[in-house]
């Protein structure tokens, strides 16, 4: 049968179910990734299944988020994850070594392979053709224990590239341009399949840089195919021998086609406070800036930085503002101090950061009150850089240069010729930070370090048939999951312990919520469209669920999150009339009979006295794990009948 790549490679892991369009099919999971703001949570849940050894071809687990060490919180974890890693048979990658998806892409992808990562961002792995998804971290560790993952067949659109892209505008622009089109929910349920003779002129990690952002309109993945140029690259990092081929059949069909012609495109930019609302930099014209920011697993490979440096050169930051630098691995840094490019960042002034997420998740460089900052990561909802009135807006590391050296928003286009950068044949490879798997008999005899910053599990019990309560807080659309569990170096550091995090839940938007929640005992959250889009924290439900929240009830949800509400048995529920959003207010009192979430159910407003219909998108098996009390508790007695039907 002619196939897409998703569609060949999705035939290759097709446990369950089949090729059509919007039905649930269970994967095979080749590898998985966790970072360390996720990971403690995620192996704390592996542990809990009780395996011995992952039972993936491999896994890996990244220290990258939670890097600030203000205290001995991040430090407990990093010792945890490190043990972990050793007792389970995961790789691990030493803090300093650099950002999980920009490494993940030069030392582990592989084409053809199916990934999942406890980071909304794994789908980067798609520039070298690896079909690698975001999920919460139970799902991971379910994946680590050998358990399929479940996803809804997407819709295959083919984003055909045609033409070749300008000097001064790059693959960040290709990515802004889809999401200008899109939008932050235009991707839903649906993969981003590049195709097209434009799709030649891009390296991998141009190509990654796409797949990264391509998060940002909610779709399942975005992926690239595996070529020649992923050749090259895979041979450049000594890894030749784990190269395929992977294109599209010349009669694939997509099932819509979003064509960009790249030799049109120009440098582009995302307004506060969407990576959707996007102009051209020429539109937004030139105005004041106060900070800079390059970086990101989005957009810090060598490509990117020595394109900075070399605009840099023989030049100073504008002394209006700070510039920042926070490279995405040690490979990449490697090479720029052989280069001698690092001496030209070093000169104009930019500081230098740790090769890790830093600014983009809100550890360090908080801009300065009411400042604007120009950034190269993928999301600025308000108050994610760590100061609630800054406006951050989003764009290429050229449109960042330029701005840096000129002090307002400036179209690189005019700044002069392009940089010539020359990039090397053979990447420089040393994996002496990463910790490789130790053989089963040694793995067995570690012992697992905790802190007391790790703290156990919570364990929570089965669904009533009735649901009933208060509503906690009625929030709008495109409601972030940085809203419903905020980052940064305060907050951050609590990953491990859902006791002291939950104490933070909505803390932006309605800094009493945990008092509500405590004096109701728990109730309802009411939301409007693409209810938790961003990232994959499944904090932002299990914290939620630990202060008592029955139900979510929307007008629509993001993937990523409505899988963590039904991991940690929160009853995810749709209006059926979205009018009905105006019929509920914050503190009514509600009642709802979910029974055995076969079908829709009715929500009865004992405030205002009405009857609202509810529906959801539950599969017999997720409402089977809502009753359950979640997954963890669900995917326990399932082990425990296996094993007693074994005896
Ligand atoms: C993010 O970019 O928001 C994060 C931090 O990487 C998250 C993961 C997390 O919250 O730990 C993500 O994108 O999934
Ligand atoms: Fe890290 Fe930012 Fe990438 Fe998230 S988006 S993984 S915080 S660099």
Redesign the pocket.
Known sequence: MAGTITEKILDRHILEGERIRGAEVALHIDNTLT?D??GTMAYLQFEAIGMDRVQTQFSVSFVD?NTLQTDYKNADDHRFLQSIAQRYGIYFSRPGNGICHQLFLERFARPGNTLIG????TPTAGGIGCFAM?AGGLDVACAMAGAPFRIKYPQIVGVRLIGKLQPWVSAKDVILEVLRRIDVKGGVGKVLEYCGEGVKTLSVTDRATITNMG?ETGCTTSIFPSDEITKAFMESQGRAEQWVELLPDADAVYDEIIEIDLDRLEPMIALPHSPGNVKTVREVGKIKVDQVSIGS?TNSSLRDLKIVANALKGRTVHAGLHATISPGSRQVVEHLVESGEYLELVRAGVRIMENA?GP??GMGCAPSSGAVSVRTF??NFKG?SGTADADVYLASPEVAVATAINGYLFDPRELGAFPEIQMPDQYLVNDNMILKPLPQQEASAVEIIRGPNIAPLPVFSPLDDTLAGKVLIKVEDNIT??HI?P?GAKI?PL?SNIPEISKYVFEAVDSQFYHTAKECSGGFIVGGENYGQ????E?AALAPKYLGVKAVIVKSFAR?HLANLINFGIVPLTFVNPEDYDRIDKLDELEIEIGNLKGNCTLHNRTKGVTIELTHTLSPLDAEILKAGGKLPWIKKVMEERKQSYE
């Open positions: 970072q703001a996720t988020h406890s980071d909304s961002h975001g998060t697993c997420c983009c998740i993928n999301r994610r999951t940085d569990m980052a951050l990953r961003g990232s994959s924290r904090h990523i």
